[in-house]
């Protein structure tokens, strides 16, 4: 039987996913794409509960790197109280090393 994760989301990275909601809807004019994006995002950070280390290693220790389309989201696993922090949702195009 495979552990569940609880998912956290941290400070950072509710206003990142605000913010890039706010930018497809707003700027961009494409309330479409924010919804559909937004549901993929969101998709995938529920998804960590379940496995979080099938994706990539990120930095040191527990930390990883999820992608959803033009999206990363970063976030480390805690075994200790069995949480997943999601710590930050970047565009793809950032330069991702510079935040490690």
Known sequence: MTDE??????????????QIYLYLAYVLMRPDLANKVEGRLHNKINSLSYMPRRFREFGSGECRVATVKYYKIIYCISESDKKVYILKIIYSLSDIETLS
């Open 5 to 18: 994760y609880e998912v956290v989301m941290t400070q950072k990275a509710t206003s990142d996913f605000a």
